[in-house]
């Protein structure tokens, strides 16, 4: 079965703190990566993606990704109140340019004023 | 320019019923998948659709079934309702790289 592990949460972050986001992965052929920010009501917006080994910026957000260790991460610098939401990180299972993503069950953020 | 478009908004059936649920891709994309949300999971794939076949399927029984138009534009389809099909219904349309959700549709089974 191949799984995407998050940590549920909660996870409390001061305002202007960095939160660190995690998610691992079962399954070494995953080629694409996906962070995505999910409002309370509100569906998934698409935030991060990455797909070599590395760090990506962009803006406050940095998406992290190791496939040796199957790891992935974000991290969201200077935090903001709008930063508290659920995000979820999305594996791709899909083959021959088909997506199939496979979703962690998303680590609900609180960022505190 | 449009995003991805759901519709309904919100739907209630009843144990038995049939639902068809509809969405419209983001100008430019080519593939829509469905997605299933239960409150506190992370979604679940359904199936794909790409020049109007299902391109991938994920673990849900027959009773979903979809069908994608010349014009891209997507259907669900649940027949047989259950309680546990209550759930938010996610259409996300791609053409290469992330996929982009809809607003949803929220279904609930009485």
């Known amino acids: 079965q191949k799984e995407v592990e998050q940590n549920s949460g909660p996870l409390s972050v001061p305002e202007g703190a960095i939160a660190s986001l995690n998610c691992t992965y079962s399954?070494?052929?995953?080629?694409?990566f996906f962070w995505y920010r999910q409002y309370s009501g509100k569906s998934p917006e698409l935030i991060m993606s990455?797909?070599?080994?590395g760090d990506k910026e962009d803006g406050r957000f940095t998406a992290q990704l190791n496939k040796a260790s199957q790891y992935v991460s974000l991290l969201i610098r200077d935090s903001q109140p709008s930063d508290s939401a659920t995000y979820l990180c999305?594996?791709?299972?899909?083959?021959?340019?088909?997506?199939?993503?496979?979703f962690g069950q998303g680590t609900r953020l609180t960022i505190n004023p | 320019d449009a995003g991805v478009t759901q519709s309904p908004t919100h739907l209630i059936k009843t144990r038995g019923q049939q639902v068809t649920l509809r969405c419209s891709p983001k100008s430019g994309h080519d593939t829509v998948s469905w997605y299933q949300q239960a409150l506190g999971q992370g979604p679940q794939f359904i199936f794909q659709y790409y020049e109007e076949e299902e391109r991938q399927r994920g673990n849900f029984p027959d009773r979903f079934s979809g069908h994608q138009f010349p014009n891209y534009s997507s259907e669900l389809n649940v027949n047989a309702l259950l309680l546990g099909d209550s759930a938010l219904y996610l259409c996300a349309s791609s053409n290469t790289g992330g996929e982009y959700f809809g607003p949803g549709t929220r279904l609930t089974v009485t």
């Open positions: 990455i797909y070599s080994n």
């Open positions: 999305a594996v791709n299972w899909g083959f021959q340019g088909a997506q199939k993503l496979v």
């Open positions: 399954d070494r052929g995953s080629q694409s």
